[in-house]
């Protein structure tokens, strides 16, 4: 079956139920989701509701157990393992909060890795590894292992590492969550500019409301289902910019300042906050 309608992934009416009977968890629950090339979108919710479980479906890491994924058009539940793991290798970035670096290989070993799981073993493999590697900032550190690198250092070779295949998908899984507030900016910039740059769709999970700003599209998962705006809330908003009642229910929109959700009736109203928010708090 092939229904993917130009976008990088596709997930269609996707559940997983972790353990059996009495004990079971419905961790996703009928979840469907399209990302649009060179998209980027940020999925945000409370611990537990199903984050990592959804990154990791979208991946091809982990089996649905009923639903769909297509990646690239490629409908993931048809392919064997080992056309999933090239598919993975070629098609998918990921990015781990907890980095993932192998500790005894340098940093540029760990990227050159990657590049070979992918079958790209000539000598391109080690130029084209250096190259992300300088444009990452990391030009002077190829040669140090991970114990010898910052948080933030670290995270930019996983990003690396996540960017040497070409993947037109790049998955990230609370990439900033171990880095303080200045580092872990750097980092999503940069990823999202390299992202931006080359037209790669970027998925990623972070309570970090900062990200907000930068995602073309903000999700919120709560308890296995995914939605543009937080259900449990039914009361009404107001738009800051234009001064007008939505149902929250409705909100498509919204933004984070200084702490505090503000919800838009467009696009539109919410870069002019963006732009200015100064003149609508
Ligand atoms: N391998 C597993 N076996 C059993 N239950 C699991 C497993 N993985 C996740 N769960 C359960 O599924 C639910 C969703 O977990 P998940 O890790 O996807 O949440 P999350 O949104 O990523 O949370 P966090 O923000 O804390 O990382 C949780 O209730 C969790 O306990
Ligand atoms: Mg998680």
Redesign the pocket.
């Known amino acids: 079956m092939k229904s993917n309608n130009g976008k990088i992934l596709k997930m269609q009416e996707v559940s ?1 139920i ?2 059996k009977g009495t004990a079971a ?4 629950d009928g979840v469907s989701l399209g990302i649009e090339t060179g998209e980027i979108v940020l999925i945000m ?12 479906m979208a991946g091809g890491l982990l089996k649905p157990t009923s639903g769909e994924v297509f990646v690239a058009g490629k409908n993931l539940s048809e392919l064997d393992a080992r056309s999933l793991s090239q598919l993975r290798l070629r098609r998918v970035g990921f990015v781990f ?1 907890a980095f993932n670096l192998l500790g005894s290989l340098t940093a540029l070993e760990n990227v050159v890795l990657a590049k070979n799981l992918a079958r790209r073993t000539d000598k391109a493999a080690e130029t084209d590894s250096k190259a992300i590697l300088d444009r990452l900032g990391l030009g002077q550190r190829l040669a140090h292992v991970p114990a010898d690198l910052s948080g933030g250092e670290k995270q930019r070779v996983a990003i690396a590492r996540a960017l040497v295949n070409d993947p037109p998908l790049i998955l990230a ?2 990439p900033t969550g171990n880095l303080d507030s200045h580092s872990g900016r750097e980092v999503m910039m940069l990823l999202f500019d390299l992202a931006r740059e080359e037209g790669r769709s970027v998925v990623v ?1 972070s ?1 970090d409301p900062r990200i907000v700003d930068i995602a073309d599209r903000v999700l919120w ?1 709560e308890d ?1 289902r995914l939605s543009t705006k937080r259900s449990e809330l039914e009361e009404k908003v107001r738009d800051p910019v234009c001064g007008m009642q939505m149902d929250i229910k409705d909100v498509a929109f919204t933004a984070i300042h200084h702490g505090q959700v503000y919800h838009f009736c467009s696009e539109k109203c919410r870069q002019k906050f963006l732009e200015d928010s100064g003149r609508f708090t």
């Open positions: 997983r972790f353990g968890v419905k961790a996703i919710g409370p611990s537990g509701s199903g984050k990592t479980t959804l990154l990791s909060q899984d609370e999970v309570h998962l296995g």
